[in-house]
C-alpha cells in the first residue's frame, strides 16, 4: 500500500514545477501594441461636407486615361521592374526570419553519434589493450520563455512581414504612376514636335510668299530675312524636344525592366495625350490611413518597434530553460540500447541577470528611443500623404482653368493668323503683323499641349497620393535565382573563385 502512495507522490512533484512553468509562461513585459488613432480633417479642402462621400475609385486608374497601349505597357512593367523584384525578394526575406524566430518557441533537439578506436596504455596478458566505443544520444533544449522575449521577437518579425508586403505595394504605386507619368510624357513631346514642325513649315511658306512679293518689289531683303529667321527659330525647337522625347522613351524602357532604346520602335508613332475622365470621387481624408501603402507600412514598423520594446525589457528578467539528454555507450554495437549502456539526465536551467552595469536597461531606452522615431515616422507620413492630396486637388483644379483659357487663346490665335496671312497676300497688312501672328500662334499651341500633359499628370499625382496602385495578382515566393546541386557533393575547381 506504501508503495502505491509514492508513485502520485513523485509524479506531482514533477508535474506541478511543470504547470508552473507553463502558466508563467504566458506572462509578457513591455508595452501592448495598439493601432494608433491620429485626427483627420472631416473633409477635403475646397470639397463642401457631405454624409456619405463616394470613395475614390482606385481599381486601375489608369484605364481612366483611355489608352490601350498605356495598360499593357503598366502590366509589362508589374512583370519586368526591377524595384518590384526586389521588394518582393525582401517579403520573402522577412518570412524566412520570422520562421526563424518562430521556430524559438518550440524545443530543440540535436542528435550525436560516434565510433572511435582506442588503445589503453595499461596491458595485461589477459586482455588486449586495443578496443571499439560506440556512442550514440540525444540532447533537448527548450527556452520556458517566462517574460515573453521570444514571443516579442516573434510578433516583431510579424510585423516586419506586413511592412514588407506595404513596401512592394508602395513600390508598385509609385512604379504605376511612373509609367503613366512618362508615357504622357512621350506623348507629349511628340505632340509638340509635330507642332513645330507644321508651325515651321508654316513660317517657311510664309518666307518663300515674301521672297516672291520681294522680287515683285513689294517687300525688302529684309522682310525676306526675317521671315526666315523666325521659322529657323521655331525648328530649332525641334532638337531639344526630340532629346526630351528620347529620355522619357529610355526611362520607360527601363521602368519595364528593358534596355532604354527597347521601347523606341514601338512608340514611334504617335498617339494623343491621354485625357483622363473628370471629375473623380476622392472620398474622405481617413480613407488614406487604409489605402496609402506607404502609410501602412509606417504603421507596421511602428508596431515591429513597439514588440522590440517587450524583447528588450524580457531581457532584464530571469529566464528558464528545460534541458536533457539520453545517450548509451558500448564496447560492442550490438549492446547499444541496452538498460545497462544508457543515461540520461533532465532538468531546468535557471539564469538571472545581476550586474551588467546598466546595459540590458540601456538595451531597453534604445528600443523605446527606436519606437518613437517611428511613431513620429508614421505621424509624419499620414500628413506627407494629405499634403499630397490636397496638392494634387489645387493642381488638377486650377489646371482645369488654365486649359480652358489656353484653349481659347489659341484658338483667337489661329483665326488671328488666318487674318493676317489673308490680309498680308492682299497687301494689306505687313509682314511684322503676320510674323506676330504666327509666332503667337505657335506659343498658345505649345503652351495648350504642355497644359494637357499637365492636366494628365496631376490626375496620375491624384491618383498615386489617394494610394491607387497595383491590385492584382502578385507572387513574391518564386526566388529571382533557382540554385540547383546544392546537395553534398565533390568540389569543383571554381568553388573559390
Not at 148 to 175: C, I, K, P, W
Amino acid at each position: 500500500m506504501t508503495g502505491f502512495e509514492r508513485g502520485p507522490v513523485a509524479a506531482g512533484r514533477l508535474i506541478a514545477p511543470m504547470i508552473t512553468a507553463v502558466l508563467l509562461a504566458g506572462c509578457v513585459v513591455g508595452p501592448d501594441y495598439r493601432t494608433p488613432i491620429l485626427p483627420m480633417p472631416a473633409n477635403w479642402s475646397g470639397e463642401r461636407p457631405t454624409k456619405s462621400a463616394q470613395p475614390a475609385q482606385l481599381s486601375q486608374w489608369w484605364q481612366r486615361l483611355r489608352d490601350p497601349q498605356l495598360n499593357t505597357l503598366v502590366e509589362e512593367a508589374v512583370a519586368g521592374n526591377l524595384d518590384v523584384a526586389t521588394a518582393k525578394a525582401k517579403i520573402r526575406e522577412a518570412r524566412a526570419s520570422y520562421r526563424q524566430s518562430a521556430g524559438t518557441l518550440l524545443p530543440s533537439m540535436d542528435g550525436s553519434g560516434s565510433v572511435t578506436r582506442n588503445k589503453s596504455s595499461e596491458t595485461t596478458s589477459e586482455s588486449n589493450n586495443i578496443y571499439s566505443e560506440y556512442q550514440t544520444g540525444f540532447d533537448a533544449s527548450w527556452e520556458l520563455d517566462l517574460f515573453g522575449a521570444n514571443r516579442r521577437s516573434v510578433a516583431a518579425a510579424r510585423y516586419g512581414v506586413d511592412a514588407a508586403q506595404e513596401e512592394l505595394r508602395s513600390t508598385l504605386l509609385t512604379l504605376v504612376g511612373d509609367v503613366a507619368s512618362y508615357y504622357t510624357q512621350v506623348r507629349g513631346y511628340q505632340a509638340r514636335i509635330a507642332l513645330a514642325r507644321r508651325s515651321a513649315v508654316s513660317q517657311r511658306q510664309t518666307a518663300e510668299l515674301t521672297r516672291t512679293m520681294a522680287l515683285a518689289g513689294s517687300a525688302t531683303a529684309a522682310d525676306v530675312a526675317k521671315a526666315m529667321g523666325q521659322a529657323a527659330s521655331t525648328e530649332a525647337a525641334v532638337p531639344t524636344l526630340e532629346a526630351s522625347y528620347a529620355e522619357a522613351v529610355h526611362r520607360l524602357s527601363v521602368l519595364t525592366g528593358r534596355p532604354p532604346a527597347a521601347l523606341a520602335e514601338r512608340l514611334k508613332r504617335g498617339r494623343p495625350i491621354p485625357s483622363p475622365r473628370l471629375p473623380m470621387p476622392t472620398g474622405i481624408p481617413a480613407d488614406i490611413l487604409l489605402s496609402r501603402p506607404d502609410v501602412r507600412m509606417a504603421e507596421r514598423q511602428y508596431g515591429q518597434y513597439t514588440a522590440k520594446v517587450g524583447q528588450t525589457e524580457a531581457a532584464r528578467y530571469p529566464s528558464v530553460s528545460l534541458t536533457g539528454n539520453i545517450s548509451t555507450a558500448a564496447l560492442n554495437l550490438g549492446d547499444l540500447g541496452k538498460n545497462s549502456s544508457i543515461g540520461w539526465s533532465f532538468g531546468p536551467t535557471l539564469s538571472v541577470p545581476l550586474f551588467n552595469a546598466g546595459q540590458l536597461q540601456a538595451a531597453a531606452d534604445v528600443a523605446r528611443a527606436q519606437r518613437d522615431q517611428y511613431f513620429i515616422a508614421y505621424r509624419s507620413s499620414v500628413l506627407t500623404a494629405l499634403e499630397d492630396v490636397e496638392n494634387a486637388l489645387v493642381l488638377m483644379a486650377q489646371e482645369r482653368i488654365r486649359i480652358s483659357r489656353l484653349a481659347a487663346s489659341a484658338k483667337s490665335y489661329g483665326e488671328a493668323a488666318n487674318l493676317e496671312g489673308t490680309l498680308y497676300k492682299a497687301g494689306e497688312t505687313s509682314l511684322l503683323d503676320v510674323l506676330d501672328a504666327q509666332r503667337s500662334l505657335y506659343s498658345a499651341e505649345d503652351s495648350l499641349l504642355q497644359s494637357r500633359v499637365l492636366l494628365a499628370t496631376n490626375y496620375i499625382a491624384l491618383n498615386k497620393a489617394l494610394g491607387g496602385g497595383w491590385d492584382g495578382a502578385i507572387d513574391s515566393t518564386k526566388p529571382e535565382i533557382v540554385d540547383v546541386k546544392t546537395g553534398p557533393r565533390l568540389a569543383t575547381k571554381n568553388v573559390t573563385q
